[in-house]
T-cell receptor, first 113, second 112 residues
Framework: AAGVIQSPRHLIKEKRETATLKCYPI?????VYWYQQGPGQDPQFLISFYEKMQSDKGSIPDRFSAQQFSDYHSELNMSSLELGDSALYFC????????????FGQGTRLTVV | DAKTTQPTSMDCAEGRAANLPCNHS???????VYWYRQIHSQGPQYIIH???NNETNEMASLIITEDRKSSTLILPHATLRDTAVYYC?????????????FGGGTRVLVKP
């Protein structure tokens, strides 16, 4: 069965550069979530989209933005990268609002040097 | 969403049942109990969820107390691949703010 696809899997950027992470949800899933996980930390919710509209917002820095496109894929744009942005970034998708059974991708490991 | 309390860590013998407790004493009537786990550096994985009744699937069983203030996740025959951080999450059904909040999970180590 198709899973959540994230690209790239690994990314190395320098400070002050920009990065774009992509997420392709499971077909027919209507909601996408983004999470950031620093070393030794729990996943922290950043932002979510339901039917291409922003649904909820967590601790996402102003330097980050995200959107969901007409084909339901989502992109997380990160500008003015800082060393502290180095983390695993997970995307997840789900279908429906009643029960939240989310499927997570394998993540993008971002390293800022 | 209601706050949950879990043990920080737990060891389990391979082949034995692992019983993971979770307290959620402030749970509301329309809040589900979810269990997810995260194997090292992988994306979190859904295990099971329940509202009032006990639930069982191919991965685990979920036992919810009658007053719904606590629950137990049971892995019937733990394997080394079950070593992970297990998160108990309580979340209202159909919420507009539909995130899952991860925190305070139990680090389970399955030993040979």
């Amino acid at each position: 069965a198709a899973g959540v696809i994230q690209s790239p899997r690994h990314l190395i950027k320098e400070k002050r550069e920009t990065a774009t992470l992509k997420c392709y949800p499971i077909p027919r899933h209507d909601t996408v979530y983004w999470y950031q996980q620093g070393p030794g930390q729990d996943p922290q919710f950043l932002i979510s989209f339901y039917e291409k509209m922003q649904s909820d917002k967590g601790s996402i820095p102003d330097r980050f933005s995200a959107q969901q496109f007409s084909d339901y894929h989502s992109e997380l744009n990160m500008s003015s990268l800082e060393l502290g942005d180095s983390a695993l970034y997970f995307c997840a998708s789900s279908f429906g609002q009643e029960v939240l059974r989310a499927f997570f991708g394998q993540g993008t490991r971002l390293t800022v040097v | 969403d209601a706050k949950t309390t879990q043990p920080t860590s737990m060891d389990c013998a391979e082949g034995r049942a692992a019983n993971l407790p979770c307290n959620h004493s402030t749970i509301s009537g329309n809040e589900y109990v979810y269990w997810y786990r995260q194997i090292h550096s992988q994306g979190p994985q859904y295990i099971i969820h329940g509202l009032k009744n006990n639930e069982t699937n191919e991965m685990a069983s979920l036992i919810i107390t009658e007053d719904r203030k606590s629950s137990t996740l049971i892995l019937p025959h733990a394997t080394l691949r079950d070593t992970a951080v297990y998160y108990c999450i309580v979340r209202v059904a159909g919420a507009a703010g539909n995130k899952l909040t991860f925190g305070g999970g139990t680090r389970v180590l399955v030993k040979p």
